[in-house]
Nanobody
Framework: QVQLVESGGGSVQAGGSLRLSCYII????????MGWFRQAPGKEREGVAV???????TYAYSVKDRFTIFKDDAKNTMYPEMNSLKPEDTSIYYC??????????????????????????WGQGTQVTVSS
């Protein structure tokens, strides 16, 4: 059984920073495509950032140059470092893993143009609130 556990969410002022964590339990990492997605009330879920087996990141345009995705394989943990946060970043953030070719397709075609995957392993989400 694979379980993903997010942590690190909270409330910050605009311009502030947060680091989220996704701890992956029981994942063999045989197919390494994982990332972060978010969903605000009344809106569709959207991709934020994904990272592939070679640690190549792909970012949504809305977070490019502000967010950094990285992972620590020894700790089975994936992170986004989120800087210069804006009120429009307010969402529930979900981590996901084992997304097959999604990272490659997002790299080729841009993450913002891709519908979030409906497969893989997903966490329960963590709330991020950015106040102005």
């Amino acid at each position: 059984q694979v379980q993903l556990v997010e942590s690190g969410g909270g409330s910050v002022q605009a311009g502030g920073s947060l680091r989220l964590s996704c701890y992956i339990i029981g994942y063999a990492h045989t197919t390494s495509c994982m990332g972060w997605f978010r969903q605000a009330p009344g809106k569709e879920r959207e991709g934020v950032a994904v990272i592939d087996l070679d640690d190549t990141p792909t970012y949504a345009y809305s977070v490019k140059d502000r967010f950094t995705i990285f992972k620590d394989d020894a700790k089975n943990t994936m992170y986004p470092e989120m800087n210069s946060l804006k009120p429009e970043d307010t969402s529930i953030y979900y981590c996901a893993a084992d997304l097959g070719r999604y990272c490659y397709v997002a790299y080729l075609s841009s993450l913002s143009a891709q519908k979030p995957p409906d497969s893989g392993y997903w966490g329960q989400g963590t709330q991020v609130t950015v106040s102005s």
